[in-house]
């Protein structure tokens, strides 16, 4: 159980079993997509930091190289965080991305998922987005949930669970 000091609220981490909060949110293209859309796919929804980051970038490439496999089984990849439309265009140029991007500038899908926490730094606290993603089945419903993201293994993770 985390605190949210910004919202003075108590989150979990979304479990298992619930169903997945809906949003529509713009792509890197400004194309709106909407969790609904997505019924009768697979969706691994994954949440990063920042675009263009070590991390975030290796988690991203590694996305694109299995994105063949994960279409191959129904699966769909929506990446989030909360840099805008126009950042989420130069990553995805400038790494060659295949998936779709989403931008929540305002938070409000961020936080419905629960990846807006207190984060520690060289000793300074501030909020931001926990490296997380999640896997919802065709009827919207969460089946796998992981906060212990390890970037450059993820998408390998993910592989593991079809």
Same mark, same amino acid.
Request: with cysteine; hydrophobic share 30%.
């Given at each position: 159980m985390s605190y949210d000091h910004g919202?003075?609220?108590w989150f979990e981490m979304l479990e298992t079993g619930i169903k997945a909060p809906l949003?529509?949110?713009p792509d890197q293209n400004g194309k709106m997509h909407s969790l609904d859309e997505y019924r009768g796919k697979k969706v691994i929804l994954y949440f990063y930091p920042k675009d263009? /980051?070590?991390g975030?970038?290796?988690q991203a490439c590694g996305y694109t190289a299995h994105l063949p496999q994960f279409e191959e089984k129904g699966?769909?990849?929506l990446g989030i965080s909360k840099d805008s439309v126009e950042s989420h265009k130069r990553f995805e140029e400038k790494h060659g991305l295949k998936f779709t991007l989403l931008s929540d500038e305002n938070l409000e899908t961020i936080k419905a998922y629960d990846v807006w926490k207190e984060k520690k730094s060289f000793?300074? /606290?501030y909020?931001?987005?926990v490296r997380t993603t999640y896997l919802i089945?065709?009827?919207g419903m969460i089946i796998k949930s992981n906060d212990k993201v390890k970037a450059a293994e993820d998408a390998e993770k993910m592989m593991e669970e079809f």
């Open positions: 919202e003075g609220k949003f529509t949110l263009n /980051t070590p975030c970038t290796s699966a769909v990849v000793g300074k /606290t909020m931001g987005v089945d065709e009827d």
